[in-house]
């Protein structure tokens, strides 16, 4: 079983659709849960991370973590063709055990 | 020049070749990381260092040579790679590895290797 999984997509939506991007998990040791995006041919960006449980918002994004179900969620709302891109999930614990990515989901937010 | 940058952003090599693919942070972090991202992957963790000591190597062939002279500058040594060694190539840094929760990516190097 894949420490982290996520499904690749493509996920297609249009302008102003509420977007549900998703990730489960197997290791219920991970304490931090990140999602990145990633443009084509640039690198991954930093959009939120949270600490354990709970919901962080910040703007048209919100994060959601549910540990008890291994499952974490990363919500658009009034999502922007600018929002086209490819969202990676990541989770780590403290101790300096290195991150583990998910495979990233595709988005195409149609005009 | 902000954030992470690595240069060059893209190489074609032979086989035979040997090249090196340079990162520099200036986000004043301690720990820099190699990734490799192949597609559809996950981010494959290559080498870690913390304050410029080597704290990782997940079991990366010996092809793959890393240096860190500095806690600003990661090299990756390229040497006899594989057709199958094509791929991004990621730099990240970090406050230090305790703080893996806020790493920031450069833009990376594709990689072709005929």
């Known amino acids: 079983q894949k420490e982290v999984e996520q499904d690749p997509g493509p996920l297609s939506v249009p302008e102003g659709a509420i977007v549900s991007l998703n990730c489960t998990y197997s290791n219920s040791a991970f304490q931090y849960f990140m999602w990145y995006r990633q443009y084509s041919r640039k690198g991954p960006e930093l959009l939120m991370y949270t600490y354990s449980s709970g919901n962080k918002e910040d703007g048209r994004f919100t994060a959601q973590v549910d540990k008890s179900s291994k499952y974490i969620s990363l919500f658009i709302r009034d999502s922007q063709p600018s929002d086209s891109a490819t969202y990676l999930c990541?989770?780590?614990?403290?101790?300096?055990?290195?991150?583990?990515f998910g495979a990233g989901t595709r988005l195409f937010v149609k005009a | 020049e902000t954030g992470v940058t690595q240069t060059p952003r893209h190489l074609v090599m032979g086989m035979t070749n040997k090249k090196s693919l340079k990162c520099e942070q200036h986000l004043g972090h301690n720990a820099m990381y190699w990734y490799k991202q192949s597609a559809k992957k996950p981010l494959e963790l290559m080498f870690v260092?913390?304050?410029?000591?080597?704290?990782e190597n997940n079991s990366v062939p010996s092809r793959f040579s890393p240096e860190c002279p500095n806690s600003s500058h990661l090299f990756l040594h390229l040497h006899t790679l594989q057709p199958e060694d094509s791929a991004l190539y990621l730099c990240?840094?970090?406050?230090?590895?305790?703080?893996?929760?806020?790493?920031?990516f450069g833009p990376g190097t594709r990689l072709l290797v005929l």
């Open positions: 990240a840094s970090s406050q230090d590895t305790s703080f893996q929760e806020t790493q920031y």
């Open positions: 260092y913390n304050f410029k000591e080597q704290t």
């Open positions: 990541a989770m780590s614990r403290t101790g300096g055990f290195k991150t583990i």
